[in-house]
């Protein structure tokens, strides 16, 4: 009974991981640029002393999905959604470089251009910081960022820096528990000239809310049969006890 309890055990507990990837994913449908997290688990068969006749469940980490999501007009300034394949840069906590596709931007009052959840926006030569207070930003499609600085005349708009526009291979990205990409060799990724913004827009999460759910039921009604089967091997167990101690 024990084979069948620990086989039940391990395809409940990936169960229970796969409605774990699946509910974060329904909470994350308004997260700008959110990229849908994918889970998978495969049969693994246990070897050891015996026929290797015990299969068991793996978790495997097949990654996210790079597909873009829907372009939404915003009409603000500090707006942007990559065009095509690419990143920003950003500094992460940590104080290194990472990747997002979150083009919801805001100024801090120390003139520091970030993301909407306070990360660094990074520039050529490190975090853009900017000349407060602002009467005027605007962002060109290649991430240079102008700006008006406030009671200036209107046509004194000067260069304030450049965005950090990267596109590298996401086959070599890597999502950290922060929500950041990052390149899976460590490797600070180059900018590249290529990546186009457009200005007062940004990119919605590519999460499918409805095949999310559809899924997670899936994986709820296969955690109930996984709990049968445990309940299952208990009372299999009982009985036999009862057998032996009626032999006995």
Known sequence: MDHLLYIAMSGAKENMNGIAVRANNLANTG????????????????????????VFSLTEQPGQNFDAGSIIMTERELDVAIQGDGWLAVQAPDGNEAYTRGGNLQISAQGMLETSSGLPVMGDDGPIQL??????????????????????????????????????????????????????????????????????????????????????????????????????????????????????
Do not use: C, H, W
């Open 131 to 248: 000349p407060v207070p602002l009467a005027k930003v605007e962002i060109a499609q290649d991430g240079t960022i102008s700006v008006l600085p406030q009671g200036a005349p209107a046509d004194a708009i000067v260069p304030a820096g450049r965005i950090k526009l990267v596109r590298p291979d996401n086959r070599d990205m890597e999502k950290g528990n922060d929500g950041l990409f990052r390149r899976k060799d460590g490797q600070i990724a180059e900018a590249d000239i290529n990546v186009s913004l457009l200005k007062g827009a940004i990119e919605s999460s590519n999460v499918n809310a409805v095949g999310e759910m559809t899924y997670m039921i899936s994986l709820q009604r296969q955690f109930e049969l996984q709990v049968k089967m445990m309940k299952s091997a208990e009372e299999m167990d009982r009985q036999q006890n009862q057998l032996l101690r009626i032999m006995g």
């Open 31 to 54: 997260t700008v640029g959110f990229k849908a997290d994918f889970e998978q688990a495969r049969a693994m068969q246990a070897f050891g002393a015996g026929l290797p006749t015990r």
